[in-house]
């Protein structure tokens, strides 16, 4: 099953990823993660990446494309993958076509008045990339489910989250009509908690078994 997550930044992808990564083993490949990777090793690609992602703008469709072609065509997808932040664009998502077939398609929507407060209050846990938002940790600095650090992402500033925001109206949300035409969406709403939102995914992806 080739899965991809859809939905405007702090929509909950990341959270509900991990969930589905684990209910049903897939593995769950995020291009901010991938980026992030790059920027912590300083590898000319994350050079060029955090160029961008520190303004909250998109890398360059070349650069994530062959990114994401090389990542899906390891050993670990070849029974499924989940897609977490890729495609953003129309031109991703053509490129996509060519690269695999795509099973699904969840968009998750949420009001776009939540995404602000989200996203400066999310916290990451610095070695399992489990998310957090800081008026559910009551203080906790670690990780529940590994121990780590959590951190707060350098793009996670009122500013930048601005511009992610914009970003996504403008480049991503036509991915919405573009897959609904193709008969591959799924909607689920968002606004509810990550064990909500994980139980609706899970009713359609056992559909799918
Ligand atoms: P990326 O890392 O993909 O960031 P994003 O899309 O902006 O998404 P986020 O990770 O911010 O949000 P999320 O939807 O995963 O929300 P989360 O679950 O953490 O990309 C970063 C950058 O990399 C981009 O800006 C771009 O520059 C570049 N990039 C990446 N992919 C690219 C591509 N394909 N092309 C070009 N450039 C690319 O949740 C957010 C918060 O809400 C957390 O605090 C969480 O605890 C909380 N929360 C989650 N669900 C709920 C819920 N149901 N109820 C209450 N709180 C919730």
Known sequence: MNII??????????????KIAEGYQLPHISTGDIFR????????IGVLAKSYIDKGQL????????????RIHREDCKNGYMLDGFPRTIPQAEALNKMSKVDLVINIEVDFNLLMERLCGRRVCK????????SRLNGETKC?????????RKDDNPETVKSRLAVYQ????PLIEY???????FNVVGN?????????VSKKLDTMK
């Open 5 to 18: 997550l859809l939905g405007a930044p702090g929509a909950g992808k990341g959270t509900q990823a991990t």
């Open 170 to 173: 403008v480049e991503t949300a």
């Open 127 to 134: 070695d399992c990339r489990e998310s957090y938002h800081i």
């Open 37 to 44: 990777e790059h920027m912590k090793n300083q590898t000319p």
């Open 144 to 152: 529940a489910r590994c121990g780590g650090e959590l951190y707060q």
């Open 179 to 185: 897959y609904e035409k193709r008969g591959l969406l």
């Open 59 to 70: 890398v360059p469709d070349e650069v994530t494309c062959e990114i994401v072609e090389e």
């Open 192 to 200: 509810t908690t990550p064990e909500d939102v994980y139980a609706e």
